[in-house]
T-cell receptor, first 115, second 112 residues
Framework: DAGVIQSPRHEVTEMGQEVTLRCKPI?????LFWYRQTMMRGLELLIY????????DSGMPEDRFSAKMPNASFSTLKIQPSEPRDSAVYFC?????????????FGPGTRLTVL | AQTVTQSQPEMSVQEAETVTLSCTYD???????LFWYKQPPSRQMILVIR??????QNATENRFSVNFQKAAKSFSLKISDSQLGDAAMYFC?????????FGTGTRLKVLA
């Protein structure tokens, strides 16, 4: 298995632009997580899907952020409009089942820079 | 609200020695899980070890073991026989009721 796939690996954009980050979870995993990592705030859980349904989005910072999971093999995290403070590494992770004692498998992350 | 605190931003250990990374948490829930994840310079997050809160026995994975003190809400990670490949950021994490809370991490340096 290729593991969790994220694209792009790096994204540089200008303030005000729309940014879309993509994630393909491991086949058979039915729970998916989006995280943001910064030096200041560490690793923050943004949103958690189970069977394509958002279970908890309380970590989404504001309305500029939205996430979708249209099917079991694909999820997007969109920022519109982007701001310099959104610069961070965004990780996607998936687990098998809904029991989060199972190991989370993380993708390689997308490093976002907003100028 | 749940919190996870790692009070050691950075630690150093001599190769082949033992080091303990600290983690404390705060929760009112009785059923939860605790994890240690490793993030090497490659940025890839890797599970090191996990513990179910209802189990009193401390988890062990080869050179990695935990000291889980539920009453004190403490979950420290012990690395024995440290190796150069252990150098990384280590994150303590708490899971309960659809919430994953990570600590701010401890950077471990391994000295040759």
């Amino acid at each position: 298995d290729a593991g969790v796939i994220q694209s792009p690996r790096h994204e540089v954009t200008e303030m005000g632009q729309e940014v879309t980050l993509r994630c393909k979870p491991i086949s058979g995993h039915n729970s998916l997580f989006w995280y943001r990592q910064t030096m200041m705030r560490g690793l923050e859980l943004l949103i958690y899907f189970n069977n394509n349904v958002p279970i908890d989005d309380s970590g989404m910072p504001e309305d500029r952020f939205s996430a979708k999971m249209p099917n079991a093999s694909f999820s997007t995290l969109k920022i519109q409009p982007s701001e310099p403070r959104d610069s961070a590494v965004y990780f996607c992770a998936s687990i098998w089942g809904s029991d989060s004692y199972n190991e989370q498998f993380f993708g390689p992350g997308t490093r976002l820079t907003v100028l | 609200a749940q919190t996870v605190t790692q009070s050691q931003p950075e630690m150093s250990v001599q190769e082949a020695e033992t080091v303990t990374l600290s983690c404390t948490y705060d929760t009112s829930e009785s059923d939860y899980y605790l994890f240690w994840y490793k993030q090497p310079p490659s940025r890839q997050m890797i599970l090191v070890i996990r513990q179910e809160a209802y189990k009193q026995q401390n988890a062990t994975e080869n050179r990695f073991s935990v000291n889980f003190q539920k009453a004190a809400k403490s979950f420290s990670l012990k690395i024995s026989d440290s190796q150069l490949g252990d150098a990384a950021m280590y994150f303590c994490a708490w899971w309960g009721t659809y919430k994953y809370i990570f600590g701010t991490g401890t950077r471990l340096k391994v000295l040759a």
